[in-house]
C-alpha cells in the first residue's frame, strides 16, 4: 500500500526514542534522513522531499514537547502533521448530479477508474454514466463496454465516430437521464500538444464540474511535469492513483496534489470494479505511520455486510459478536464478510497491527493459502449440525471423524478449525466491553509488540 | 529523455573538478602564476581537451615535471591548471580526497533520483565513483575533467551497458519461427509495441503472426485485431477467459504449418503480486518455452520499476526490456535501474503513438549524449 515502506522503517527509528524524554540533533537527523529515504523511495518529488524533511527537522528541535509528551511522540505528532499538510484534505466529491472529465497518460487505467467511479457512484445511489471518447487506442470502446457492463451502470460510446468532441456532445446528451456523467479520454502525455489541445476541447464541450487527473501509483519524478501541464490545459481538480495493489508507493501522486494545488479523491486497488477507494488522508496517514485504517475497514465491513445476505438471516447481528457466546456460526459469517471485502491481504492491511510491517514478515502465499483454508473450513460447517455450530466446544472425537467423512476434510483440518473458533472467541472476549480509550491502548500493544502479540492472535493464528 | 540527468551530470563534473583543483591550488601555492585557472567555468576548457591531453599525458606521467612544463604550449591558461597539476603529482601528492568528494557525490545522488534511477542503483553508481575517484594518483595526471568524466562514464556504463543481446541479429540467426512473449504490468503499452515490432519486422522482410494470450483484459482482442487489420497480419485469438498458453501454443502451431518466421506473443498486463497470474506466466513460459521473452514497462516508471522487472524475471526470465513513453519522460531513470537489476538490455524505446514509433537503444550513445557538453 502507499507508503507502507515508510511506515515499517519510521517505525523502526521511532523506536529509538522510547523511553527518551529529550531528544538530540542526532536523533532528529536520523529520523529525517529515514523519512527522506523513504519518501523518495516511494516517488516524492526530491525538492517536495526536501521541504517536508526540513519543517520536520526544524519544528522537532526549536518546539517543546508539551508537559508529559514523549520525545517519541512529540516527533510523531510533528511527522503525522506535517504528512498531512503534504497529502491534504480528500477531494469533495459531493454526491450530486455533476460532470467528471478523466485525463492522464496511457496505460495509467482512466477507462477502468471510469467504470469504478461510476460503480462507485452508484453504490452511493446516484445514476452514473460512462461516456468513453477515446476514439485513438484499438479496443478501448469495447473496454469501456464491457467494464461498464460489469459495473451495471450506462455506457456511451460510438465506434463509428472519430471525433472525441462530438462523442462527449452527444453522450451528454444521450445520457441525459444519468445523475452523475463521467468522461473518459484516450492517453496522452504532456508533450503531446496536439493532443493536449484536443481535450482542451473536450472539456469546453462538456465543462466537467471537476476534472481528474488519473495516475499510475509507479510514475516517477515525470508525474511534477505532467500534472502542471494537465493543469495548465484543464484544471485539475482531484487525482486518482491506480494500481496501489502493486508494490509502487503512489508518491508521484503526492506530487502532482502539491504541484496542481489539488487533493487526492479515488485510489484504485484491484482489477475489478468494486476495487476502488475513496482517499482519505486521515486514515492515509494512520496506515502510513503503521497505525492501520480503521475508518476504511469499517466502510468495508458495512459493504460486506449489506451483501452478506442479511435477510436470510435476520437473527444474525454483527454486534452480537460484542456480546454472548462467540458461536461458529459467527466465526461463518464473518469469513463470509471477509470475503466479501476482497482479498484477504487488502483487507489484512487495514486492521492495525496487521499490514505494514507484519505483512512484510509473511511468505508471500500467505494470504491464498489462508483463502484456501477459509474455503475448507466453510465445507466442514456445512457438515455439521446445528448444535455443533452453536457449541463448537462440545465437539469430540467421534463427531470429528462423522464430520470429516461428511465434509472429505482431514480430521486434522477440523481440529485446527476448532482451534481457530477457540482462538477467536478468546479475541472477542477481549474486545467486550472495552472503551475507545481501551481500543487504543490495545492498538498500541499490538504495535509495539510489532503485531504479533495481544489482540492479533485471534488472527494471527490464521497463518 | 535524460534532460535532467544531463544537466546534474554537467553539475557534478564541474563540482567534483572544482573540489579536486581547488585541492590542487593548495598544494600548488607556491606555483602562484596558476592560481586563477581553478575556477568551475573554466573546467570544460579542461575536459574538453582532455581527450588528446590524456595521450600525452600517460606517457608523461612518469616523467619529471620540467618536461609535463614543456608540453601544452599553446593550451593557453587551462594548459598552465594541467601541468601545475602534473607536477604536484609528480612530488607524490593525492590530490582528490575523499571527503572533499562527499558534497559533489551528495548531489549527484539526489540528481539520479530526481532522474528515477532507483535508490540502490544510484547508490551502486556513486559507490563505483568514488573508489575510481577518491585517493586516485596515477590516472591523475590526465586532467581533472578527463577523470571525472571517465569515472562517470565508466560508473554509468557498468550499470546500463549489460552483456549484448540484440533483437534483431537474434532474430536474423535463430529457427524459424522465431516466438517472442512479451510481458509487464497493466497498461505500460505491451500490446502497442507489439503491434509496431510486427510492423518493424514486416518491414525487415519477415512475416510475421500475433497471438493474443491477453485473454482476460475487456477489449483486448478487439485491440489487438484492429492492429493486425491495420498492419495485414494473421491474428491468432480465443474467448476472453481462455487459456493464454493455448494461444501462443496455437499461433506457433500456425506458424510452424504456414512458414511464417516470427510469433509475437501478447500477454495480460498483471500486477507481479499478484500470485496467481503470475503463475500463469510461468505455465506459459514452460509450455510454450519461447525463443525470448521481452520485458515492457514505461519509461515514466518510478523507483518501483526495479521491482517489477526483478519479479517478471524470475517468473518468467526475460532476455531483454523495451521502455515505452520515452516521448513522455524527461527522466529516463528507468532505463538505467532496470537493465542494471535485470542484467538485461534494452532492447528498443516506444516514443510515440504511431507505428514506426519504435527507436533502438544503445547504451553507449545514451552515455555519451549524457556526458555530451550542451554549449
Known amino acids: 500500500m502507499v507508503l507502507d515502506d515508510l511506515g515499517s522503517s519510521l517505525r523502526g527509528t521511532l523506536d529509538k526514542l522510547r523511553g527518551k524524554s529529550r531528544i538530540s540533533e542526532e536523533d532528529v537527523d536520523e529520523i529525517v534522513k529515514e523519512i527522506q529515504r523513504s519518501l523518495l523511495q516511494a516517488d516524492v ?59 492522464g497518460l496511457q496505460g495509467s487505467g482512466k477507462t477502468t477508474t471510469a467504470a469504478k467511479m461510476a460503480w462507485w457512484f452508484s453504490k452511493k445511489g446516484l445514476r452514473p454514466a460512462v461516456i468513453q471518447t477515446d476514439t485513438f487506442r484499438p479496443g478501448a470502446y469495447d473496454q469501456a463496454k464491457q467494464m461498464t457492463e460489469r459495473a451495471e451502470v450506462a455506457f456511451y460510446g460510438d465506434p463509428d465516430e472519430d471525433d472525441p468532441v462530438k462523442i462527449a456532445r452527444d453522450g451528454l446528451e444521450a445520457t441525459e437521464d ?111 505511520l ?46 463470509e464478510a471477509m470475503d466479501n471485502m476482497g482479498p484477504l491481504d487488502q483487507v489484512m492491511d487495514m486492521i492495525p497491527g496487521m499490514g505494514g510491517g507484519m505483512m512484510d514478515q509473511l511468505p508471500d502465499d500467505a494470504m491464498d493459502v489462508t483463502q484456501e483454508r477459509m474455503r475448507n473450513f466453510e465445507v466442514i460447517m456445512d457438515s ?10 462440545s465437539v469430540g472425537a467421534s463427531q470429528v471423524r462423522r464430520i470429516a467423512k461428511g465434509s472429505g476434510q482431514s480430521e486434522e483440518t477440523i481440529r485446527e478449525l476448532l482451534d481457530q473458533h477457540k482462538m477467536m472467541a478468546q479475541t472477542m472476549k477481549q474486545f467486550q466491553g472495552m472503551g475507545d480509550g481501551d481500543m487504543q491502548r490495545m492498538m498500541k500493544q499490538m504495535q509495539q509488540g510489532g503485531g504479533g502479540g495481544g489482540g492479533g492472535g485471534g488472527f494471527g493464528g490464521m497463518f | 529523455m ?21 585541492n590542487a591550488e593548495a598544494l600548488d601555492s607556491d606555483e602562484a602564476d596558476d592560481g586563477e585557472t581553478a575556477d568551475g567555468a573554466e573546467a570544460d576548457a579542461v575536459e574538453a581537451e582532455a581527450a588528446a591531453a590524456e595521450a600525452t599525458a600517460e606517457a608523461e606521467a612518469e616523467s619529471e615535471p620540467e618536461n609535463a612544463e614543456a608540453e601544452p604550449e599553446g593550451d593557453s591558461e587551462s594548459g598552465g591548471g594541467f601541468v601545475s597539476k602534473a607536477s604536484s603529482l609528480a612530488r607524490g601528492r593525492v590530490v582528490i580526497d575523499e571527503e572533499d568528494l562527499e558534497e559533489p557525490l551528495r548531489e549527484l545522488e539526489f540528481a539520479l533520483l530526481e532522474s528515477d534511477v532507483e535508490m540502490s542503483v544510484a547508490e551502486e ?41 540484440d533483437f534483431e541479429d537474434a532474430i536474423a540467426d535463430s529457427e524459424k519461427p522465431v516466438t517472442v512473449v512479451f510481458t509487464g504490468v497493466n497498461g505500460v503499452g505491451k500490446t502497442t509495441t507489439i503491434a509496431k515490432l510486427a510492423k518493424r519486422l514486416e518491414d525487415q522482410g519477415y512475416s510475421v503472426v500475433l497471438a493474443n494470450g491477453d485473454t482476460y483484459r475487456a477489449g483486448a482482442n478487439e485491440q489487438l485485431q484492429e492492429h493486425a487489420d491495420e498492419l495485414g497480419v494473421k491474428l491468432i485469438s480465443h474467448e476472453q477467459g481462455g487459456d493464454p498458453t493455448a494461444v501462443v501454443y496455437d499461433a506457433v502451431e500456425y506458424a510452424e504449418a504456414n512458414d511464417v518466421d516470427v510469433v509475437l506473443g501478447d500477454t495480460a498486463g498483471r500486477l507481479h503480486t499478484s500470485s496467481d497470474l503470475m503463475t500463469q506466466l510461468e505455465k506459459l513460459d514452460r509450455v510454450v518455452d519461447p525463443d525470448y521473452t521481452v520485458f515492457v514497462d514505461e519509461a515514466v516508471a518510478g523507483q518501483d520499476a526495479v521491482n517489477r522487472a526483478r519479479e517478471f524475471d524470475d517468473a518468467a526470465s526475460i532476455d531483454g526490456a523495451i521502455l515505452t513513453m520515452a516521448d513522455a519522460d524527461s527522466q529516463g531513470g528507468a532505463a538505467i535501474s532496470v537493465s542494471h537489476v535485470t542484467g538485461k538490455p534494452i532492447l528498443f524505446l516506444g516514443t510515440g503513438q504511431g507505428y514506426d514509433d519504435l527507436r533502438k537503444f544503445d547504451p553507449e550513445a545514451l552515455v555519451d549524449d549524457l556526458l555530451e557538453d550542451e554549449d
Open chain 1, 45 to 103: 518529488d526530491v525538492s517536495l522531499v526536501m521541504d517536508l524533511s526540513e519543517s520536520i527537522e526544524e519544528r522537532a528541535l526549536e518546539e517543546e514537547p508539551p508537559g508529559g509528551t514523549s520525545a517519541r511522540d512529540h516527533v510523531l505528532r510533528i511527522v503525522y502533521e506535517e504528512l498531512v499538510d503534504l497529502v491534504g484534505d480528500s477531494t469533495e466529491i459531493p454526491l450530486e448530479n455533476q460532470t467528471i472529465l478523466l485525463a
Open chain 1, 178 to 288: 444519468a445523475d452523475v456523467h463521467i468522461v473518459d479520454t484516450a492517453g496522452r502525455h504532456a508533450l503531446e500538444d496536439e493532443l493536449i489541445g484536443e481535450i482542451e476541447e473536450i472539456e469546453s464541450a462538456v465543462e466537467p464540474d471537476r476534472s481528474l487527473l488519473v495516475l499510475d501509483a509507479a510514475i516517477g519524478q515525470g508525474a511534477k511535469d505532467q500534472a502542471r501541464e494537465f493543469d495548465d490545459s484543464i484544471g485539475i481538480d482531484g487525482v486518482a492513483i491506480t494500481k496501489l495493489d502493486g508494490t509502487a508507493k503512489g508518491g508521484g501522486a503526492l506530487t502532482a496534489v502539491d504541484e496542481t494545488g489539488s487533493t487526492i479523491a479515488f485510489l484504485g486497488t484491484g482489477e475489478t470494479v468494486q476495487d476502488i477507494e475513496r482517499f482519505e488522508p486521515d486514515s492515509f496517514i494512520s496506515r502510513l
Open chain 1, 290 to 335: 503503521g497505525m492501520g485504517d480503521l475508518k476504511q475497514l469499517t466502510e468495508r465491513v458495512e459493504r460486506a455486510m449489506e451483501e452478506t445476505g442479511l435477510e436470510e438471516d435476520d437473527d444474525w447481528d454483527p454486534e452480537d459478536l460484542m456480546k454472548g457466546e462467540f458461536t461458529l456460526k459467527d466465526m461463518r459469517k464473518q469469513m
Open chain 1, 384 to 393: 455439521m449440525t446445528e448444535e455443533e455450530l452453536e457449541n463448537p466446544r
Open chain 2, 2 to 22: 535524460f534532460d535532467g540527468l544531463k544537466d546534474k551530470l554537467s553539475n557534478f563534473r564541474e563540482d567534483a573538478e572544482e573540489v579536486a583543483e581547488e
Open chain 2, 125 to 165: 553508481i556513486l559507490d563505483r565513483i568514488r573508489d575510481d575517484l577518491a585517493g586516485e594518483e596515477k590516472k591523475f595526471t590526465a586532467s581533472t575533467g578527463a577523470l571525472v568524466e571517465d569515472a562517470l562514464r565508466d560508473a554509468l556504463l557498468s550499470v546500463i551497458d549489460v552483456d549484448g543481446f
